[in-house]
């Protein structure tokens, strides 16, 4: 997770990040820093999941998260695919394109111990392609899921291989180039809570057979969670810390682990606060199950829930802090949801 896989091919969406360099060469120049006149692919992507589709739902999930704003995967040679955030480090200095914390404290030792010479972003993001590793964006997901074939439980069979998909991504038509390349809306820092608390009316047995959805704000549609690994020593703590580095995400403690949170709005929500895929074959199955009336979302995000809590940006150092670490880097007695929560909460 704390590394991308090698050399996939481009497709052009870093140019809607930055217009301040055509570089594609791969090599540096004799005598210059490999990070010199680099438009830094490397401080606009980060991976915040990865998966290895098994079943139907898996493959249905990773089109379910294509749905929200500044999300795509990576299609690994082994068939696992990563979940890919874009947005610019907030560190990261645009007009330069150079680091604002380099060689300060605030700078992660992930991004401080990067080998710049042997650096698998450019040619990820900017040269030429050299493996088997494909971008994919929502344009291009219905393609790709129809060479999946599954058994009558829902297990895979059958998955397209490289070439395969690689031949969707030459045969995607400029319609689907351009919309891969359109800029990304601003980034979003967290729920938006409107003015009061939803969800705590006293209903009628009538009014409760009624969709709970209805007249929700819909804070499902404005969010994604996925699971980090445990902290169990100082490289993933300070994977955290370089997470926490991008607008957009925010790490957060629960009683059973770490949850980065991705606030990015699905693009199929409307204005009215409406799936625009309602009722259509488009919507992925992952919402037409869910479970409106064990919904997590509305008491988590919108009442406040005592076992979750976020962890703001200009909280994090402090976080870090309750981590002690052995002479190997490894975690001694980590901090539990308790004493997060009260360092939060005291600020």
Same mark, same amino acid.
């Given at each position: 997770m704390f590394r991308k896989g090698d050399f996939p091919p481009v497709t052009g969406v870093f140019g809607s990040f930055s217009g301040a360099s055509g570089l594609t060469d791969t090599e540096s120049v004799d005598g210059e820093h490999p990070c010199q006149g680099c438009v830094a692919p490397c401080c606009s992507t980060v991976t915040v =999941?990865?998966?290895?589709?098994?079943?139907?739902?898996?493959?249905?999930?990773?089109?379910?998260? $294509?749905?929200?704003?500044?999300?795509?995967?990576?299609?690994?040679?082994?068939? @696992?695919?990563?979940?890919?955030?874009?947005?610019? %480090?907030?560190?990261?200095?645009? @007009?330069?394109?150079?680091?604002?914390?380099?060689?300060?404290?605030? &700078?992660p030792d992930l991004c401080r111990d990067y080998d710049a010479k042997s650096c698998a972003y450019k #040619?990820? /993001? $900017?040269?030429?392609?050299?493996?088997?590793?494909?971008?994919?964006?929502?344009?291009?997901?219905?393609?790709?899921?129809?060479? /999946?074939?599954?058994?009558? *439980?829902?297990?895979?069979? !059958?998955?397209?291989?490289?070439?395969?998909? *690689?031949?969707?991504?030459?045969?995607?038509? @400029?319609?689907?180039? !351009?919309?891969? @390349?359109?800029?990304?809306?601003?980034? *979003?820092?967290?729920? &938006?809570?409107?003015?009061?608390?939803e969800g705590l009316q006293e209903r009628s047995h009538e009014e409760a057979r009624l969709s709970p959805c209805e007249g929700c704000s819909a804070p499902c549609c404005d969010? $994604? $969670? /996925?699971?980090? #690994?445990?902290?169990?020593?100082?490289?993933?703590?300070? /994977?955290?810390?370089?997470?926490?580095?991008? +607008?957009?995400?925010?790490?957060?403690?629960? +009683?059973?682990?770490?949850?980065? &949170?991705? =606030?990015?709005?699905?693009?199929?929500?409307?204005?009215?606060? *409406? %799936?625009?895929?309602?009722? &259509? !074959?488009?919507? +992925?199955?992952h919402c037409q199950t869910y479970d409106a009336w064990s919904c997590r979302y509305v008491p988590t995000f919108l009442q406040g829930d005592e076992l979750y809590t976020s962890i703001p940006v200009d909280q994090w150092a402090k976080v870090v802090g309750l981590f002690v670490f052995d002479e190997s880097g490894q975690t001694v007695d980590p901090p539990d949801h308790q004493s997060i929560s009260a360092q939060i909460k005291n600020g």
């Open positions: =999941f990865e998966m290895t589709p098994r079943t139907f739902r898996d493959v249905d999930y990773l089109g379910y998260i $294509l749905g929200f704003d500044r999300l795509e995967l990576m299609w690994l040679p082994d068939g @696992s695919v990563e979940v890919n955030y874009r947005a610019l %480090c907030r560190h990261l200095e645009r @007009s330069t394109g150079r680091c604002k914390v380099h060689d300060t404290p605030e &700078q #040619p990820q /993001f $900017l040269g030429v392609p050299r493996s088997d590793s494909i971008r994919v964006s929502e344009a291009r997901f219905a393609a790709v899921a129809a060479l /999946f074939s599954y058994d009558a *439980r829902g297990r895979i069979v !059958k998955a397209p291989d490289s070439d395969a998909i *690689r031949t969707i991504m030459v045969r995607s038509d @400029s319609s689907h180039e !351009k919309e891969e @390349s359109a800029e990304y809306g601003k980034t *979003r820092s967290t729920v &938006q809570v409107p003015d009061g608390s969010v $994604l $969670l /996925f699971r980090l #690994p445990d902290p169990v020593d100082r490289a993933v703590v300070d /994977f955290y810390s370089y997470i926490s580095g991008f +607008p957009g995400l925010e790490i957060a403690s629960t +009683p059973r682990g770490w949850v980065v &949170q991705c =606030f990015s709005r699905c693009r199929h929500l409307n204005r009215d606060q *409406r %799936c625009d895929l309602y009722g &259509q !074959k488009e919507r +992925p199955v």
